[in-house]
């Protein structure tokens, strides 16, 4: 029961206090509004007290008299600091003993005064950032303060000549939610409404009281006025974006207009049809204005975090965006902004855990406007090449992150600012993350195109899904009533306004936006595919084009032309039985490696290097050590390549690392076994730069690769390269769980060589318990398999390149394909003998080739040698499981009935 309590506690930060009163409110607690009401005790003290602080002053409610209250509930608690009676005072007021003010009647309340238990007095925003300031302060995470209107202000506002009985009757029309132009046109009525309907007096006081006590007598003090609604940012329904905030709120006239603002904007269409879509009475939801002190992001730089990764629910990272000037143009998907990703576990170690990153374009920023407000304007080239964060501060940030996670026991959604002026990094607010977090970990979806088209434009990849429709191109809100359900919604960017039509969308298709974007946002809300961020989407697709959104291939998201079919899959993994024989996964593309890494598995039994080399990086190795003596078109290419790194070799050590680092991180602690690059010259001279330094081979499939290329003089120095990478992973990120695997041994003399070298560039297999692995593939590998585990840790059996070289055969060719089969018994003769090898010299052995993956029987064979794992593509680790758990269940029946046994 605790428990239960402790868990709906945290759900109260961020709106569920409804909730909570309902399960816990005695009945003697309901006699009495009174009497519930948490009430803040103050003792008051003369105006001539120099330097009053913030704490010693008034909620704003002028001329209220103010009285002691006599006992404080738990919920009162919260005011007292250090033993302390919190002191407040009205600026304006005279001496007045005993007084008091309740949550439930005051009209503004400072920040710091409030916590995850006053939602319904200050809304979600409010609280948060109140509970923040209060408990977060030791944890070092700085939120900017301020005050907050409560829902009794709003409340008493829209009571005014009858307008909130005008606005209930106007929302109850069932048309509106059907019919776009009606709703535009009502929403904008109530609007208009709230905004000529004029403050009361006292409302205007209490407001002015709390801005003078902000600003400290300047008057030139820039503020954000952000909306703060009741049923706000609960852990199962995001309201992010739907009522507005303004920046570079200056003086007391724009002050009291944004409020303004803020309150109209509970009525926006977006707003208006997301409640009434989620079932929330309009009449029961109010909203409060936070007006929080500016951090000076506009010369610095701002974003948004998540401490979870957002495409897969992946829960042991955090996912930092950023870009330079004000934070609206992440949240709004104005710019394509850096990401990271930081791997929690070893974070928390110390180690520099940034294991992923991405330079985004940040063609634009927002600045203050010199007449008050926010403007957007471009970048210079300098900003769009460098990153707008440094590594030091995306760990610092994500340390925060940690924290208010932690705090509220559920992953969060975070903005943050850091102070161009001073460097310090703030945040400025905090919501449960609604939509990756509630993903089923035992259900799997995956969606599968099952035929391929024309590419007409590419951008990042939200939702790990297929839609298709024909294409609707708007400019903007207006048009919004053309658009017909199941078509593909294309636009420049969207924002709250377009929320009705969204929802109707078969997918999203956006010029620009990161994935922390409004588009990116909602279309994972709505569980339909988004690519954003293609910078011609508007451009390149026409109105009525048939069109394929695909967004389950990792990080790039495709526009394909026509209506392409595909399938999709549900696979549950609840409770699958035991099985003699671990399963790992052959996993290579590190964009995957969160949605893969949730598979029951036991590690990666095989990631290659080659594609992080292929797919990231594109470049010969040596061409990158020898990038002075390139020609000059080739180097403009590469620097375009490697903007945001120290030089070009740095980009290459880096990005191996981040590709492992991501792979690594996604099945750890678990066991994850790299294979160093298997390139064979024809695939190395495929990369830029790779015809000046590759020979022409006639076989390249038996020639230069391998063991045999590493301690080569002309490729030792990319090699270690390599090495270098590796030892960046294991020993800065912390990924200790890495391997080494060395495919291609040819020779005894290869083996000690290539130990060597890895112990000269301080890789000592033992050390820090680095194993290194051999890949077993060639038949010197067999017939010497006792000799070779002098040399390494285990096998990891490639039964591709073994069968080949066993039969004789090419496995590139066609004309002698059908001859290719794992299981021919030579090839299993030799299986056999390298496993029970590795056994009886206790040393791990695995197999990572494709054969597996293919055929469960040749899976149900070497599980029975006795086989320490099995390495399989993603997509036959589930029917694998399946199947060898249903032969252990028929051998299990055999051996119990005598007739089976006999049939056999």
Request: hydrophobic residues 40%.
């Amino acid at each position: 029961m605790a428990l239960l309590s402790n868990a709906l506690s945290l759900m109260a930060a961020f709106g569920a206090s409804v909730l909570l009163m309902q399960i816990f409110a005695a009945p003697a607690q309901l006699q009495s509004a009174a009497a519930s009401a948490p009430r803040v005790s103050m003792q008051t003290q003369s105006l001539s007290t120099p330097k009053c602080s913030a704490a010693q002053r008034s909620f704003g409610m002028a001329r209220s008299p103010f009285r002691r209250a006599p006992a404080p509930s738990p919920r009162n608690s919260r005011v007292r600091r250090s033993g302390r009676v919190r002191q407040l005072l009205s600026p304006r007021s005279t001496i007045v003993e005993d007084s008091t003010v309740t949550k439930e009647t005051a009209l503004c309340i400072p920040l710091d005064l409030l916590s995850n238990t006053d939602v319904e007095y200050v809304g979600g925003k409010s609280a948060s950032l109140g509970e923040m300031i209060s408990g977060l302060a030791s944890a070092d995470v700085p939120v900017p303060g301020g005050f907050s209107t409560t829902a009794h202000a709003y409340r008493r506002f829209l009571a005014q000549d009858g307008l909130a009985d005008e606005i209930n009757a106007l929302l109850a029309d069932p048309d509106i939610y059907t019919d776009v132009t009606k709703l535009q046109r009502t929403g904008k009525y109530i609007r208009e409404k709230i905004l000529t309907m004029p403050f009361s007096a006292e409302l205007e006081a209490a407001i002015l009281t709390n801005w003078e006590r902000v600003t400290e007598g300047n008057p030139d003090a820039a503020f954000a006025v952000r909306s703060s609604a009741t049923a706000e940012d609960l852990p199962d329904a995001s309201f992010a974006g739907q009522q507005e905030t303004y920046l570079n709120v200056r003086g007391k006239e724009s002050l009291f207009e944004k409020i303004k603002e803020v309150f109209a904007s509970l009525f926006t269409d977006r707003a208006i049809s997301y409640r009434h879509d989620r079932n929330f009475d309009h009449n029961k939801v109010a909203l409060a204005a936070t007006i929080q002190k500016m951090v000076r992001s506009e010369t610095g730089s701002s974003g948004v975090l998540f401490s979870l990764d957002t495409e897969t629910g992946f829960r042991d990272v955090v996912f930092v965006t950023s870009a330079w000037g004000l934070g609206e143009t992440v949240v709004g998907g104005t710019v394509n902004p850096d990401e990271f990703y930081v791997f929690k576990p070893t974070l928390e170690q110390g180690k520099k855990a940034i294991v992923g990153r991405t330079l985004g374009s940040k063609m634009v920023k927002m600045v203050y406007a010199k007449q008050g407000g926010s403007e957007i304007v471009e970048t210079d080239d300098r900003e769009r090449t460098q990153w707008s964060v440094t590594d030091d501060e995306v760990l610092e940030l994500s340390k925060m992150a940690m924290a208010i996670e932690k705090h509220y026991g559920f992953p969060v959604d975070v903005e943050w600012a850091k102070d161009g002026d001073t460097g310090k990094l703030y945040i400025v607010q905090a919501r449960p993350e609604t939509v990756a977090s509630r993903k089923k970990a035992n259900v799997k979806e995956e969606f599968k195109l099952k035929e391929r088209g024309y590419s007409l434009v590419e951008g990042r990849a939200v939702g790990a899904r297929i839609g298709s429709g024909t294409v609707r191109i708007l400019s903007d809100a207006s048009q919004m009533a053309e658009f017909k359900e199941g078509e593909v919604l294309v636009a420049d960017m969207t924002d709250p306004d377009w929320e009705p039509i969204m929802k109707k969308a078969a997918a999203i298709v956006t010029n620009r936006g990161g994935r922390t974007c409004h588009a990116a946002i909602i279309a994972r809300e709505l569980g339909i595919p988004a690519v954003v961020g293609t910078a011609d989407a508007t451009d390149k697709l026409k109105d009525g084009d048939e069109v394929t959104v695909v967004c389950s291939e990792g990080d790039t998201g495709v526009v394909y032309e026509g209506k392409l079919d595909y399938e999709r899959k549900v696979e549950d993994l609840t409770d699958l039985p035991d099985i003699p024989v671990k399963l790992m996964l052959n996993l290579a593309n590190p964009s995957r490696a969160f949605e893969y890494g949730q598979l029951p598995n036991a590690g990666i039994g095989l990631a290659r290097l080659e594609f992080v080399i292929n797919n990231v990086i594109g470049i010969h190795p040596r061409a990158l050590l020898g990038f002075d003596k390139l020609p000059q078109h080739m180097r403009n290419t590469i620097l375009e390549r490697t903007k945001g790194y120290p030089d070009p070799v740095s980009f290459y050590v880096d990005k191996i690392a981040e590709g492992v680092g991501t792979l690594a991180a996604s099945v750890y602690p678990r066991r994850i076994i790299v294979r160093l690059s298997d390139f064979k010259s024809n695939e190395y001279k495929s990369l830029l730069g790779g015809p000046l330094f590759e020979p022409d081979e006639e076989n390249p499939m038996i020639g230069f690769r391998g063991a045999g290329r590493y301690t080569d003089e002309s490729f030792r120095e990319c090699f270690e390269l390599e090495l270098l990478a590796m030892k960046k992973v294991r020993e800065e990120m912390g990924l200790t769980n890495v391997e080494l695997m060395i495919p291609f041994v040819r020779t005894l003399d290869m083996a000690r060589e290539v130990n060597e070298l890895l112990e000269k560039n301080g890789l000592k297999r033992g050390e820090n318990g680095l194993k290194v692995q051999m890949m077993a593939e060639l038949p010197s590998n067999v017939f010497l398999a006792d000799e070779f585990l002098d040399y390494f840790d285990g096998f990891s059996i490639g039964s591709n390149d073994l069968t080949q070289l066993t039969l004789g055969l090419d496995r590139d060719s066609g004309l002698v394909a059908k001859h290719f089969d794992e299981r021919n018994p030579a090839v299993k003769k030799a299986l056999a003998h390298i496993i029970s090898t590795a056994k009886s010299r206790g040393k791990y052995v695995g197999i990572c080739g494709q054969g597996p993956s293919d055929f469960p029987d040749f899976a149900q064979w070497l599980a029975e040698q006795g086989i320490d794992s099995l390495s399989l593509n993603p997509d036959s680790v589930v029917p694998t499981w399946t199947h060898l758990s249903n032969t252990i269940k028929e051998d299990s029946k055999k051996k119990k009935d005598p007739i089976l046994m006999s049939s056999t």
